[in-house]
């Protein structure tokens, strides 16, 4: 078995957080919240949204090819401890939504949710090959979560 290159590793386990057990998903998604919300607190309001938008596809355009040369490297489809893609969906479903206690809980709760049951056509996006297919599914459940959040926000729900 090779060796992942570290900058692949650090990326792909967040730092270490993907090692974390159990539930490195879970830690990996509560953390980033926590990141999220420490960042809405230091930019200015105006900025939030579109520096979300950065945060995420960075991890996305980053966590791609770390994804996957560290599922190589562990002889892995889908290693539990490869958490970017987490990190990529939380931010996501946080896309152009205030940072209340609120909307922290929920879209934390909506993205897991859909993380681990994988509607149509989650489960699909999943099979692609290597790094596509470990980060692709939770970009796919960040969205899912975002409507869902939007539709809060719309009703007044999260106010």
């Known amino acids: 078995m090779s060796r992942a290159p570290r900058w692949a590793t650090l990326v792909a386990t967040f730092i270490g957080i993907g090692r974390i057990r159990p539930g490195p998903g ?28 950065v945060l995420a596809c960075l991890a996305v355009v980053i966590g791609i090819p770390a994804a996957t040369r560290v599922s190589w490297a562990a002889a892995l489809k889908d290693p539990q ?21 609120k909307s922290l809980v929920l879209g934390f709760i909506l993205f897991r949710g859909f ?3 994988k509607p149509p056509p989650l489960r699909h996006l999943e099979k692609l ?3 596509v297919g470990i980060v692709l599914d939770d970009v796919g459940a960040g969205l899912y ?4 959040m939007q539709i809060g926000l719309h009703f007044g729900l999260l106010k």
């Open 26 to 53: 879970t830690w990996a998604s509560a953390s980033t919240v926590l990141l999220w919300w420490l960042l809405t607190r230091w930019f200015n309001p105006g900025w939030q949204t579109a520096i979300t938008c």
């Open 81 to 101: 401890f490869v958490v970017i893609d987490e990190v990529a969906g939380q931010l996501i479903t946080f896309i152009a939504v205030p940072a209340t206690w």
């Open 115 to 117: 993380d681990i049951v």
């Open 129 to 131: 090959r290597e790094g």
């Open 145 to 148: 979560a975002l409507a869902c």
